[in-house]
């Protein structure tokens, strides 16, 4: 009985610092624990307004990894210039970033399809998972498709770390969902 009491105290302290990072339109949020992440970006500034990409919300670590600082991304993009005959949305979407990974030289791609990869938003998503040699680093996407909208959700951290499972990045992803 005490390990319960103990597990549910360690969930509700848990709850207690957790921050909620809300974006009003379109609507989505996350929770993030401020002691280890920072917004570093909520709103854009100097982002080109003819870009068809936009970033939504940006996090990092607080603290680095060998002088790098883990990083967390929202970015939305319009899917309708991405569709192809045959391929849903989410597909042709997916095709496309893994295509652009593919072209920043990051290697070791893996992918696999899901509803449980963003568990909140009860949608099916694809995640990519690769390395980029040059820079140490993996990179962790995840694409998901609402309302014409592809959401490309991006955590990058050392590659040494990402293996241990010591960059924080999987409570973001999770905890990631649409809020309408």
């Not at 207690?16 to 809300?22: E, G």
């Not at 307004?49 to 990894?65: D, E, H, I, R, Y």
């Not at 998503?125 to 592809?150: P, S, W």
């Amino acid at each position: 009985m005490r390990s319960v009491s103990l597990f549910l105290s360690l969930i509700i302290t848990s709850w207690a610092v957790a921050n909620t990072y809300t974006h009003p339109d379109p609507a989505f949020k996350l929770e993030y624990d401020p002691k280890d992440w920072e917004v570093s970006r909520a709103k854009v500034e100097n982002e080109d307004p003819s870009a068809p990409q936009k970033t939504l919300v940006a996090l990092q670590k607080v603290k680095s990894q060998d002088s790098y600082h883990p990083r967390f991304s929202v970015v939305i993009e319009d899917v309708k210039q991405f569709e192809k005959a045959g391929q849903t949305p989410l597909q042709s979407y997916a095709q496309h970033a893994r295509k652009f990974l593919e072209s920043q030289n990051f290697g070791n791609l893996s992918s696999r399809n899901g509803k449980d990869i963003l568990p909140k938003s009860q949608q099916e998503a694809v995640e990519m998972v690769g390395t980029q040699r040059n820079f140490g680093l993996t990179f962790r996407q995840v694409v998901v498709v609402k309302d014409g909208k592809a959401y490309l959700l991006t955590g990058a951290c050392r590659t040494a770390e990402y293996q241990k499972g010591a960059c924080g990045l999987d409570g973001l992803f999770t905890s990631f969902e649409f809020a309408s």
